[in-house]
């Protein structure tokens, strides 16, 4: 049973040029104490995915189509009111820039109790304390630093000290986005094997989001390549790394800097960012494709199924 | 090309100290060594890379040679000649011939000039060309960066573009000048991966096509080996290991440096 349904997801935003449709017919499911891993590049609409599974879409988007069924019901139909009673306490987010996500001018452990203490009229202030303790204990944070305002932590303690916030009311799904991306390589290590261990130790499921597609490797189950705002590729995290069928995956693949394979000149031709506002008829990625035929451009394609686990959308994989 | 014998940048037991003002309540000030005693050579016409975590000590080395700051001890030599202290004229002049690429595309271009007015500020600044060479200088210091057609980025602004774009235009301004010496800090963490490739490789044919000499500041490995000759490795204001970038990956003979190996995400999975 799938604790996380996507159906078809579709958003788009109200611009001043028109309305760009940032995702477009999404569909994926999540169980319980697994891990997906959405990679692609800036304006691939991730986030706003993410954004849609929290319920923190911006006033000017509207979801078009489709549903996102938690726990059976759908997210997408609940009140405000009702809503309020998911987010958070069921469906949690690591925001992408920890660097101004924490309020400067109060203690972290104040503000990690007062988010406990908002979804839990029952609890104590003494009590939120000792939670919020423990919680630093899981991700690494020494208790005598939780007196400490934002500004005397470093970029890596912050990171955690937002990790341990989205953990505070024991949520069932996290969605991570972007969450070691402003972080050194050292910190990066550290911060994933922290998202890691609480995962293996809660069996909370998690939404990773991220461009980087090494990391998503290292920590996820389950992998969406997305370009151009459609899932492009789907599959687990051995059958996309050892036979990516996508072009768009392979060259994502193929451009990752290693330090054990042979240094080669990568070809990095990159193609206008896609118009989302009038999307090509054919395929998105058309333009960049290194193997696209005639066809490609005239006509959307359909996922092809490989396996089934792993599918992608292209003409090229049949 | 790369030329050994010839050294462009030396740095002689550059030592650099910040402190904390005093605050109003309490009295004491806070020390933070940035650099202790670092001292390595630039050859012209390489691509060095700077590798080491946040706070390292990597940007104040970065900006210490472009002369954004000034270090407490030890010298900075410029073709031989110490510029550790020029001032007034030698200073201006010095700063034709060095640029820099600064990190973050979102903050470094000014959101009121167009791409023309960035790009062509430098001329301008240092009284280079008149308004019809300085058109055709941004024409190809638009065209190195593989912004083409030149004319339709002219009258763009910083908030039309992609952060890749953005970069490019930093670059193309960096580089309208035709500088010596171009000091790249972290050009790529504010951007995607398949951009990142992107940027390095333009750089990499500006060193071939200039003859530039680089300093590349990063914290990823990867992407030093990918694109520079030589490597030093910097950690907590001290230069631990420096040598070729194969070597280094390779040997690393300082467990700094292979602590930043085995923290490079492989597929692990």
């Known amino acids: 049973m799938a604790l996380l349904t996507v159906k078809n997801l579709s958003v788009g935003y109200h611009t001043r040029k028109g309305f760009l449709k940032s995702v477009q017919g999404v569909s994926f499911a999540l169980d319980q104490g697994k891990s997906l891993g959405l990679v692609g590049e800036s304006g691939c609409g991730k986030t706003t995915i993410g954004m849609a599974l929290m319920g923190l879409l911006p006033d000017n988007a509207s979801v078009t189509d489709g549903m996102i069924l938690f726990e059976d019901q759908d997210l997408l139909k609940m009140s405000k009111k009702e809503i309020r009673q998911v987010r958070w306490k069921k469906v949690a987010m690591i925001f992408q820039a920890a660097m101004n996500a924490l309020n400067p001018v109060h203690r972290v452990s104040e503000q990690i109790s007062e988010a406990i203490l908002a979804h839990d009229a029952d609890i104590s202030e003494k009590a939120a304390m000792k939670q919020v303790e423990s919680l630093f204990d899981l991700v690494g944070i020494p208790l005598d630093r939780m007196r400490d305002y934002p500004h005397h932590y470093s970029g890596g303690m912050k990171q955690r000290a937002i990790i341990a916030m989205a953990l505070a009311c024991h949520p069932s799904l996290i969605i991570a986005d972007e969450p070691t991306t402003a972080l050194d390589v050292i910190v990066q290590d550290q911060i994933l094997s922290a998202i890691k261990d609480f995962q293996n130790r809660l069996k909370i499921s998690v939404i990773f989001i991220s461009h980087d597609i090494a990391v998503v490797a290292d920590i996820c189950d389950n992998i969406g390549i997305m370009f151009a705002g459609q899932l492009v590729e789907y599959g687990r995290i051995e059958e996309v790394f050892d036979a990516p069928m996508h072009p768009y995956t392979k060259s994502l693949l193929a451009s990752y800097l290693t330090l054990d394979k042979d240094v080669i000149q990568l070809n990095s031709y990159l193609g206008e960012t896609p118009d989302l506002i009038n999307p090509a008829k054919g395929c998105r990625f058309c333009e960049r494709c290194s193997v696209a035929e005639t066809t490609c451009s005239l006509m959307a394609p359909e996922w092809v199924e490989i396996s089934p686990t792993h599918k992608a959308l292209c003409y090229q994989c049949k | ?269």
Do not use: W
Not at chain 2, 236 to 262: C, F, M
């Open chain 2, 1 to 269: 090309m790369k030329d050994p014998n010839k050294v462009i940048i030396q740095l002689e037991h550059i030592s650099k100290t910040f402190r904390t003002s005093a605050s109003l309540f309490k009295g004491d000030q806070k020390e933070v060594i940035a650099l202790n005693d670092v001292s390595f050579k630039i050859f012209k016409g390489e691509i060095f890379g700077l590798v080491g975590e946040s706070g390292s000590g990597k940007t104040t080395t970065g900006r210490l040679i472009v002369k954004l700051e000034e270090p407490d001890d030890g010298k900075l030599l410029l073709d031989g000649n110490d510029i550790t202290k020029i001032k007034g004229k030698a200073l201006k002049n010095f700063r034709r011939k060095i640029q820099m690429i600064f990190q973050d595309p979102y903050q470094s271009l000014n959101p009121y000039l167009s791409v023309y007015d960035s790009v062509s500020e430098p001329l301008v600044v240092h009284n280079v060309g008149n308004s019809e060479t300085r058109k055709d200088m941004v024409r190809q210091s638009l065209n190195s960066v593989g912004l083409a057609p030149p004319d339709d980025f002219f009258y763009r602004y910083p908030h039309q573009m992609s952060g890749g774009q953005r970069q490019r235009i930093a670059i193309a301004r960096a580089m309208v000048l035709k500088p010596e010496f171009v000091v790249a800090d972290e050009p790529t963490s504010m951007l995607d991966a398949s951009i990142a490739i992107h940027i390095f490789n333009i750089l990499s044919e500006i060193q071939k096509k200039l003859n530039v000499t680089f300093l590349f500041i990063t914290h990823s490995l990867a992407a030093a080996r990918y694109l520079c000759d030589r490597i030093a490795v910097i950690y907590k204001g001290e230069l631990v290991e420096i040598g070729s970038a194969e070597n280094i990956i390779q040997n690393p003979s300082h467990p700094y440096t292979r602590a930043l190996i085995d923290a490079h995400p492989r597929f692990r999975y």
